[in-house]
Structure formats: structure tokens, C-alpha cells
């Protein structure tokens, strides 16, 4: 079953490689950035603190509330269109 209909595929196609590359991208530098937070930013996060006995723990932590937003939103998403395609648009689905 294709997601999109067929004039917007190439559409689909080009976001997913866009946002595939972009991800690329941030992603190991996010990660970098955000590991070992005790030794890299010891004014913030302590040595005895979960971060310094755990050093990665705040780039999986970061990612993983983003991915959790992500289904959420991402859940929504398919209920508005179904929604907005029906001309039933209940009030708590519109953005203010």
C-alpha cells in the first residue's frame, strides 16, 4: 500500500533522501556534542551525577525524546488528513 498518491511521490521521495542526509549530518554531531556532559561542561552536570557515571546517557536521552515527540505528532498526522479530506474538521484538530 503506497503512502502517497502518485503525483506526489517524487515529492515523498525527495523529502526522505532530504531529511535521510540532513540526519546524517546533525546526528553524529548532536551526539558528539552532547556526550560526556561531566567532563565537557562540568559547571552543568557533576562527575557524581547520572551523566558522569554514565557518559552517553544524554545524547540517548535527547534522541529518544525526540523520537517519542516524533510518534506523537506523527500519530496525529494521519487522523488531521483523514479529517481535513472528509471536510469534518472538529475543532480540537485546527491550529490556532
Do not use: N
Not at 16 to 45: D, E, H, R
Not at 56 to 65: E, M, T
Amino acid at each position: 500500500m503506497e503512502t502517497f498518491r502518485d503525483e506526489y511521490q517524487g515529492l515523498a521521495l525527495s523529502a526522505v533522501s532530504t531529511a535521510w542526509g540532513i540526519g546524517l549530518i546533525i546526528g553524529p554531531a548532536l551526539g558528539g556534542f552532547l556526550a560526556q556532559p561531566a567532563k565537557q561542561y562540568p559547571s552543568l552536570f557533576s562527575e557524581e551525577s547520572v551523566f558522569g557515571k554514565f557518559p552517553y546517557f544524554l545524547p540517548c536521552l535527547a534522541i529518544s525524546c525526540f523520537a517519542f515527540l516524533v510518534t506523537i505528532i506523527s500519530l496525529r498526522i494521519p487522523v488531521r488528513s483523514l479529517l481535513f479530506m472528509l471536510h469534518e474538521i472538529p475543532s480540537y484538530c485546527v491550529l490556532a
